[in-house]
């Protein structure tokens, strides 16, 4: 079985200003790793993936998120953010072998403010 | 464009009522899925259909069933409306199914824009 805790369920922050949103796994096997957005009245949309290769990904509209395997961390980073980032972001997992549908975290609410 | 069609976009029902909720998507995708949303849960999978003619249950699959109807439409019904039901759904699509089998491959999946749905 698989697992993803994000550890805070809101994050607030001064546009401009740097944000990490955190997201830890369990998984008994090896993993993909995901970071989804949800807009408010919208429908989550993928911001980015891991699935093998460079343990740092980039995604859209600035974001990036690194694979730390010994923490069993997928954090995701933004260097400034802006207003329209304000949202809901979700940490998801799959195993990366056999049958595999995603696990989604709790999900993280992002907002920014002026 | 429409990518995933999710309808209606809100509902209220009465316990012991039931409904169906329509989802389509022209994408040409072989999975669909079923994923409910809770305050502090996250999304949870309900049901799921790999290919066309088949589905199989996710994490939370009581008081549901489900109907691939063909490529395109997955719907999602209640028989009997209870207050634990109240959520938003989201329907979603896949090219590939739940499971991956080639590395590298195109895994995202595809989001309708919910159906909030009250039980009284």
């Known amino acids: 079985a698989q697992s993803v805790t994000q550890l805070d369920s809101q994050v607030p922050v001064f546009e401009e200003a740097p944000v990490e949103l955190r997201c830890n796994y369990s998984?008994?096997?090896?993993?993909?790793l995901f970071w989804y957005v949800q807009y408010p009245n919208q429908g989550l949309q993928l911001l980015l993936k891991?699935?093998?290769?460079?343990?740092l990904v980039k995604g859209i509209n600035g974001f990036e998120a690194e694979f730390n395997k010994s923490q069993t961390s997928f954090h995701l980073r933004k260097p400034s953010v802006h207003i329209s980032d304000t949202a809901e972001y979700f940490c998801?997992?799959?195993?990366?072998?056999?049958?595999?549908?995603?696990?989604f975290g709790s999900g993280t609410r992002l907002q920014v403010q002026p | 464009n429409a990518g995933v069609t999710q309808t209606p976009k809100f509902q209220v029902l009465k316990t012991g009522q039931s409904m169906t909720l329509q989802c389509a998507q022209d994408?040409?995708?072989?999975?669909m899925y079923w994923y409910r949303q809770d305050p502090g849960m996250g999304l949870r999978l309900i049901y799921y259909?790999?290919?066309?003619?088949?589905?199989d249950k996710g994490e939370v699959p009581n008081g549901y069933n489900v109907s691939r109807l063909n490529k395109r439409e997955f719907s999602l019904r209640l028989e009997s409306a209870a207050p634990s039901q109240t959520s938003v759904y989201f329907c979603?699509?896949?090219?590939?199914?739940?499971?991956?089998?080639?590395?590298?491959?195109?895994?995202?999946?595809?989001f309708g824009s919910g159906t909030q749905l009250s039980v009284l």
């Open positions: 979603a699509s896949s090219e590939t199914g739940p499971w991956f089998a080639r590395r590298g491959e195109n895994e995202k999946l595809f």
């Open positions: 998984s008994s096997v090896s993993v993909y």
């Open positions: 891991y699935l093998s290769g460079s343990t």
């Open positions: 998801a997992v799959s195993g990366a072998a056999g049958r595999r549908a995603l696990t």
């Open positions: 994408m040409n995708h072989n999975s």
């Open positions: 259909s790999a290919s066309e003619g088949t589905t």
